[in-house]
Nanobody, 121 residues
Framework: QVQVVESGGGLVQPGGSLRLSCAASGSIFSIYSMGWYRQAPGKQRELVAE???????NYGDSVKGRFTISRDNAKNTVYLQMNSLKPEDTAVYYC???????????????WGQGTQVTVSS
């Protein structure tokens, strides 16, 4: 079994900062990409940022220049530093890990339960 757990969400004021964490654990043979997605009420889930197996990063256009993704491979953990937050950033943020497990060798996406980020005065 593989578990993906996010943490660090909360309420912040516009212009503020927040740091999210995501840790993958369980019967993991190897992790390839890890990334962050978000979904606001009534909207589709969208890419926020991802870190590929080769360490490359990709960002959604709406967060580019404000958010930074980083990764600690030894801890199977990915972080999302969010700066200059806007009300439009309000959403549930989900972590995704691309994993090859010992019990199922095919590369599979595993999703966390999500953490709420609310940007409001």
């Amino acid at each position: 079994q593989v578990q993906v757990v996010e943490s660090g969400g909360g309420l912040v004021q516009p212009g503020g900062s927040l740091r999210l964490s995501c840790a993958a654990s369980g019967s993991i043979f190897s992790i390839y990409s890890m990334g962050w997605y978000r979904q606001a009420p009534g909207k589709q889930r969208e890419l926020v940022a991802e870190n590929t197996n080769g360490g490359r990063t990709n960002y959604g256009d709406s967060v580019k220049g404000r958010f930074t993704i980083s990764r600690d491979n030894a801890k199977n953990t990915v972080y999302l530093q969010m700066n200059s937050l806007k009300p439009e950033d309000t959403a549930v943020y989900y972590c995704k890990a691309e994993v090859r497990s010992f019990s199922y060798l095919k590369i599979t996406d595993y999703w966390g339960q999500g953490t709420q980020v609310t940007v409001s005065s």
